[in-house]
């Protein structure tokens, strides 16, 4: 690596962890909690926010400033706090409801002293919570009631809304779709054949996109040489190379749209696998899915991957490799010209040394993503990637058949002129 790209790279590492330094130095002088000095003792007993929003998830927190473990008693399926809610001015516990969940996979909860948990009310939240209005959260510890303040129920936002009506919910009932089809109601294939059906609905877009990131590699040689053709001239530079681009018909910034598509999906998929599985949430499915029985939904992808929880291991080391050889596929035209260069003693440009960069790091950061979300979302982004590699070798044959055709064209035209000279 040459001591400009490897400059370049540092002046981009070095600006990325300034901005971080600085929002979190604003965060924690006007935004954090000013009581974090104020010594605290007992049992705090605090719900997460002040507002919620209809479709939020309310939570609550309980620290434990105490010298001795506690123990809260979870009776399932009932939920483990009281919720009150604010009728007339005057305060009333709200009916308990049945969850329809496995209670022997529920726990007590247990909280060490200096430690805290925090309690979802996830599997009744629409129950309890599906109006607007004012609650208040009662917990019952060793025959105390502890009582948290009041919060609010309000409408959701605008973007909220949007989110649910766009992204959220047209995800949620096409998976609860696949699986109420599938034998078993195998929710692992219902992500595959979600999958397929994303990518599918992309494919042109992704198409172009792909085709624009091989046009701009094939393009790469001509702008390198304004480069060395014009200096420190970046006005020339920048003319010249807009010239080009509208010359092959290329988009710079065409390649970034499948990324900038995935990132909502990926978004909404992930929401969906953390709270969507839950029979709670069937007043967000669409017809006569709402009669579909969520605990039927089998989780246990091939009987040994949980979808629904993290694969620190085994599903990220896959993926990364995928996404490795995927990014080498893409890099194809860089490796021919870095061929070329080395056989001509040529230094790499800056681009093919941060592509070369971003092929090694890539992979990586997406592995590490993986590890770090539930695994039927590291299930999208395997066979997402996947559908990516064969549709990224249709574009490499494409752009070669276009190659060689426009190279057989200047042959021809060249061979033509030959023939009128002589």
């Known amino acids: 690596m040459d001591k400009k790209a490897l400059k370049n790279i540092l002046n981009q590492a070095l600006t990325f962890l300034a901005i971080f330094l600085i929002i979190n130095f604003i965060y924690n002088q006007f935004f954090a909690s000013k009581n974090s000095d104020i010594p605290k003792t007992g049992i705090q007993f605090n719900t997460s926010k002040k507002e919620y929003g209809l479709n939020d998830v309310v939570s609550a ?51 060490a002293p200096g430690a805290k948990e925090i309690i979802s009310l996830q599997n009744w ?45 047209p995800i949620y009932n096409a998976l609860i779709l696949f699986a109420s089809i599938l034998p078993n109601h195998d929710f692992g294939f219902a992500i595959i054949l979600l999958t397929i059906l ?9 198409q172009r996109a792909l085709k624009s990131q091989k046009k701009l590699q094939h393009i790469q040689p001509k702008i390198n040489a304004l480069k060395e053709k014009h200096g420190g001239d970046q006005q020339k530079i920048a003319a010249e190379t807009m010239s080009i681009y509208k010359e092959h018909k290329v988009n710079p910034f065409g390649s970034c749209l499948p990324l900038l598509i995935q990132l909502p999906i990926l978004i909404g998929l992930y929401n969906v696998i953390q709270s969507g599985i839950n029979p709670n949430n069937t007043y967000l499915l669409y017809g006569t899915l709402q009669n579909f029985d969520l605990s039927t939904v ?13 694969n620190v291991i085994v599903l990220p080391i896959i993926v990364g490799l995928l996404q490795f050889f995927q990014l080498r596929l893409s890099m194809g035209r860089i490796k021919k010209a870095k061929a070329e260069q080395k056989s001509e003693k040529k230094p790499a440009s800056e681009m093919e040394m ?43 044959r494409q752009i070669a058949e276009e190659s060689t055709q426009i190279k057989e064209a200047k042959n021809s035209k060249n061979d033509q002129a030959k ?4």
């Not at 009662?138 to 649910?164: A, C, H, M, R, Y």
């Not at 592509?355 to 539930?374: C, D, G, Q, Y």
Request: glycine fraction near 6%; include cysteine; aromatic fraction near 12%.
């Open 61 to 111: 927190t309980v620290e434990n400033y105490t010298d001795q473990a506690i123990i809260i008693k979870n009776p399932c399926p009932a939920s483990p706090l009281i919720v009150q809610t604010l009728q007339n001015g005057q305060w009333q516990n709200a009916s308990s409801v049945a969850a329809k969940i496995n209670c022997a996979e529920v726990k007590d909860y247990s909280i």
């Open 125 to 169: 939240n629409h129950q309890f919570f599906g109006s607007l209005g004012h609650y208040k959260l009662n917990l019952v510890i060793d025959g105390k009631t502890l009582e948290s303040p009041e919060f609010s129920v309000v409408p959701e936002s605008f973007f909220g809304w949007i989110w649910n009506i766009l992204i959220y919910q």
């Open 198 to 206: 994303i990518r599918t609905i992309l494919l042109i877009p992704n």
């Open 298 to 310: 089998n989780t246990i992808f091939l009987g040994i991957l949980d979808l629904t929880k993290v």
């Open 354 to 396: 941060a592509n070369k960069t971003m092929t090694l790091i890539m992979p990586f950061m997406i592995a590490f993503f993986t590890a770090s979300v539930p695994s039927g979302v590291g299930l999208y982004w395997a066979f997402s990637t996947i559908y990516g590699i064969l549709q990224q070798l249709v574009v490499n």
């Open 419 to 422: 023939i009128i000279k002589n």
